[in-house]
Every structure is written in C-alpha cells, then in structure tokens.
C-alpha cells in the first residue's frame, strides 16, 4: 500500500476545506475512500467571523454564535427597519467552526490531517515543504491573487474592513436590530459604510467595510468606528477583539484553472458572491452540491456553471468599478423600491424572473445600460 496515495486531497483547512473534508466523511458512499487534509495552521484562534442568512434551521445550527429577526438599512435621506422573515440572520465565530470541524473529523478513521504547507500542486500530485502526495482527485482553497491582477477583462474590486468587538459602560444597542448598511458615514469618493452586530445591549461587533479597489491604512478603519460611535450614548468603551479582511469581489473566471482532476473552492474556485463578497453560504450550499456530483464520477472541470446571476454581478461590478462612489445610491436604490424578501432571495439567486426585472427597474438604468453595451461590444 503507497502510504501517499489518496483518493481525495484536499488542500487548505479554512471554512471551504473543512467542509467539504467533513461532508465526504459523514456520507456513507465515501467510506471507504482515502482523504487527505493539508493545512499550514492550526486554526486555533477566532480569526474572522462568518454571518449569513437562512429562511429555516441550518445543518449548522449548534455554532451559531448569535441570530436576529431585524435589521436596519440606511442611506442619505432614508432609512428602513424591517423584519427578516422569512429569513434569521445568523453568525458564526470561526473559533467555535474550527473546534466543532476539529472534533467531528476525527471520528472518521479515513481521514489523514497533516499541518504542513502546499509549495505546489501538479496534476495529480500536491508537494509540501515535507513531502509529495498523490492523488486521484485534488481540491484547493488556496488563494492566490496574482493571475486575477494580471488580467483586465473583469474589475477587481475588494470588499476590505477592519472589524471592532466594542464593550460599552452604558446600554445602548438594541441586540434584536442588526445594521446591514448604514451609509450614513462620509463617503469619500468609494462605497463606505458600517456593519453593526449588536451582541447585547452593551456590546457590539462592528466593521468599517469599503467595496472599492484600494486598502486604507488601519487608522482610516479604526477613526470611523470611534467616530460613528459617537452617535451612541456609550459612556465610553473598550475594544475586546479586532479582526479584519479583503474579500475579493470579481467576476474573473477562477473555475477556468479547473482541470479533470484538480477543482479549486472556496474563494479561490470565484465561490464568494461578488456583488456582495458574501461567501459562507455558498460554501455551505456548494460543498453539498459537490459530494452528491462526486458520486457521479464526472470529471472535475464539470461542475457548476455560470448562469445569469453570474452576469447580473458582472455588470454591477463593472458599474462600480466605473463609478466606486455610487454605491451608497445604487444599494439605496434597491432597499427603497423592493420588499427586504425580494433582495435577499435575489442575493441568494433564488428569484423569479419577475422580481429580477423590479430590481433591475430599481436603479439607474443608464448606467447598467452603458455597462451592458461595453460588455456587448
């Protein structure tokens, strides 16, 4: 027996990876076949935090950190506060993923985990600083940027933020209201607004986020987290846990690296939306859609497919990358006109043809028009 060979590798132990390593395992049809697990750290620390939202209880239910059942949305000269029903915004702390992946996993005795770092993958072979392992299929999570920044047919935007767990001397949040966008903060020529998760009314996860090409230097981030709770009768505060991050947002054609062999996931396979950079859902839903297309020992390169929500994203990203400071008004646009349920199923590309036409009557069509007509010709 070559103690090198594996059926299944999977490189990278992020949200993607563990995922997917654990939804093999737990399937019966995948029990007898070898898995390797390949990640560089040891994911022992709460280095980001996921949030989503679901219509009805999640296979994930157990870690979620914290739900809502309302939200706020708000822009120059308007503001809504709504219910999510039929929908819960949901958030998960990636320590407690972590652990609770950890744990699971070693039940199953036809995983291997090392922690060691990819160098190179080759066809059917992935080397490490240690060793080259072989195997039949290969799946990578590790993303690397410089192909994406070496071509100009699709704008690459980021979604970058420094995030801020604040305690307050005084109560002040409403913890069942979330802020999903306040733009309601100085623009500056970009998309800028504030994300704010209320943990309790004396504490409170909040992230100064940008959708725009260019990172800040950290001050910029932390000065408008102070300087937006300046609106809040906190009687001062102190900073528990600061995290932060860029999140490609692009419709560049990641999926055209696949091979038979070799599937690239998670951000690095184009899985985060890129209108909006979420990206924990998808995994969540793609990692299922992937075992079950396993099963029909299709090569790699086959799975998913691009289909009009793609599109959809690719001319709101090359409108925003065109004009970054219409953002606030773009997003203004869509919450004014359209019923909450009709975006987020929008955002979850679970719309009908018919809400897809009011959203698109939602914004400026000239713009989008111009974007289209670049894209045609």
Same mark, same amino acid.
């Given at each position: 027996?070559?103690?090198?060979?594996?059926?299944?590798?999977?490189?990278?132990?992020?949200?993607?990876?563990?995922?997917?390593?654990?939804?093999?395992?737990?399937?019966?049809?995948?029990?007898?076949?070898?898995?390797?697990?390949?990640?560089?750290?040891?994911?022992?620390?709460?280095?980001?935090?996921?949030?989503?939202?679901?219509?009805?209880?999640?296979?994930?239910?157990?870690?979620?950190?914290? =739900?809502?059942?309302?939200?706020?949305?708000?822009?120059?000269?308007?503001?809504?506060?709504?219910?999510?029903?039929?929908?819960?915004?949901?958030?998960?702390?990636?320590?407690?993923?972590?652990?609770?992946?950890?744990?699971?996993?070693?039940?199953?005795?036809?995983?291997?985990?090392?922690?060691?770092?990819?160098?190179?993958?080759?066809?059917?072979?992935?080397?490490?600083?240690?060793?080259?392992?072989?195997?039949?299929?290969?799946?990578?999570?590790?993303?690397? @940027?410089?192909?994406?920044?070496?071509?100009?047919?699709?704008?690459?935007?980021?979604?970058?933020?420094?995030?801020?767990?604040?305690?307050?001397?005084?109560?002040?949040?409403?913890?069942?209201?979330?802020?999903?966008?306040?733009?309601?903060? @100085?623009?500056?020529?970009?998309?800028?607004?504030?994300?704010?998760? @209320?943990?309790?009314?004396?504490?409170?996860?909040?992230?100064?986020?940008?959708?725009?090409?260019?990172?800040?230097?950290? =001050?910029?981030?932390?000065?408008?987290?102070?300087?937006?709770?300046?609106?809040?009768?906190?009687?001062?505060?102190?900073?528990?846990?600061?995290?932060?991050?860029?999140?490609?947002?692009?419709?560049?054609?990641?999926?055209?690296?696949?091979?038979?062999?070799?599937?690239?996931?998670?951000?690095?396979?184009?899985?985060? =939306?890129?209108?909006?950079?979420?990206?924990?859902?998808?995994?969540? =839903?793609?990692?299922?859609?992937?075992?079950?297309?396993?099963?029909?020992?299709?090569?790699?390169?086959?799975?998913?497919?691009?289909?009009?929500?793609?599109?959809?994203?690719?001319?709101?990203?090359?409108?925003?990358?065109?004009?970054?400071?219409?953002?606030?008004?773009?997003?203004?646009?869509?919450?004014?006109?359209?019923?909450?349920?009709?975006?987020?199923?929008?955002?979850?590309?679970?719309?009908?043809?018919?809400?897809?036409?009011?959203?698109?009557?939602?914004?400026?069509?000239?713009?989008?028009?111009?974007?289209?007509?670049?894209?045609?010709?």
């Amino acid at each position: 027996m070559n103690h090198h060979h594996f059926d299944y590798i999977i490189c990278g132990g992020g949200a993607a990876g563990l995922l997917l390593a654990y939804r093999l395992c737990k399937d019966p049809f995948f029990k007898n076949h070898s898995l390797l697990l390949i990640e560089k750290d040891l994911k022992n620390t709460n280095d980001r935090t996921w949030c989503f939202w679901e219509s009805r209880k999640g296979d994930l239910e157990a870690i979620v950190h914290k =739900k809502w059942d309302r939200a706020f949305f708000g822009a120059a000269d308007f503001a809504l506060e709504f219910p999510l029903a039929p929908f819960q915004y949901k958030m998960i702390r990636s320590i407690d993923f972590y652990r609770s992946m950890k744990k699971n996993l070693k039940e199953f005795p036809q995983l291997t985990q090392i922690k060691e770092k990819v160098s190179q993958i080759n066809k059917n072979a992935v080397t490490t600083e240690v060793q080259t392992y072989y195997g039949n299929y290969i799946f990578s999570s590790i993303y690397n @940027p410089k192909a994406l920044y070496q071509q100009k047919k699709y704008p690459v935007l980021l979604q970058h933020f420094v995030g801020q767990i604040i305690e307050t001397q005084k109560p002040c949040f409403d913890s069942e209201t979330l802020e999903f966008m306040n733009f309601n903060v @100085p623009q500056k020529g970009n998309t800028r607004f504030m994300y704010m998760l @209320p943990l309790g009314p004396k504490k409170a996860l909040l992230e100064y986020t940008l959708f725009s090409s260019e990172l800040l230097e950290r =001050k910029v981030y932390v000065d408008a987290i102070s300087d937006f709770l300046k609106n809040y009768p906190t009687g001062g505060y102190e900073v528990l846990e600061e995290e932060e991050g860029k999140i490609p947002m692009t419709c560049y054609r990641f999926d055209l690296k696949n091979s038979p062999t070799l599937l690239h996931i998670g951000t690095a396979g184009g899985w985060t =939306k890129p209108s909006t950079g979420y990206t924990f859902q998808r995994i969540n =839903k793609k990692t299922k859609e992937l075992v079950d297309f396993l099963k029909q020992n299709k090569p790699l390169h086959k799975f998913g497919k691009r289909d009009r929500f793609w599109f959809y994203d690719l001319l709101f990203i090359d409108v925003l990358a065109k004009d970054n400071g219409s953002g606030a008004d773009l997003f203004r646009r869509m919450f004014e006109k359209n019923a909450p349920k009709t975006i987020f199923n929008f955002l979850d590309e679970k719309s009908s043809f018919q809400e897809e036409f009011q959203i698109m009557r939602s914004f400026n069509i000239k713009q989008f028009l111009g974007a289209l007509l670049k894209r045609i010709f």
